[in-house]
């Protein structure tokens, strides 16, 4: 099983990064995917969740508006597209793929700085 990240970078406050998930060794069309990041000194916090046939999203409110969540089940890839940045959106983002199991990346570090 592997969960794959990248499109992080650093970006100016406003502007936009699309993170993609790469997923390989299981069922992907059949799992909720889901984005989570961690800043420096916090917890993990959830981000956005795509339903399986990912016509059901859900997002914290701290990115509600700002950024989108979707999935391509042909490409098993899931995408997080991130509008408007803000410093305070500085993370490492991880993907995360929850059934019966729960599987996760190993991040990719997004930093908004001027």
């Known amino acids: 099983v592997q969960l794959v990240e990248s499109g992080g970078g650093l970006v100016q406050p406003g502007g936009s990064l699309r993170l993609s998930c790469a997923a390989s060794?299981?069922?992907?069309?059949?799992?909720?995917m889901r984005w989570y990041r961690q800043a420096p000194g916090k917890e993990r916090e959830w981000v956005a969740a795509?339903?399986?046939?990912?016509?059901?999203?859900n997002y914290a409110d701290s990115v509600k508006g700002r950024f989108t969540i979707s999935r391509d089940n042909a490409k098993n890839t899931v995408y997080l597209q991130m509008n408007s940045l803000k410093p305070e959106d500085t993370a490492v983002y991880y993907c995360n793929a929850f059934r019966t199991f729960t599987y996760w990346g190993q991040g990719t570090q997004v930093t908004v700085s001027s």
């Open positions: 060794g299981f069922t992907f069309s059949s799992y909720l």
């Open positions: 795509i339903s399986s046939s990912g016509g059901t999203t």
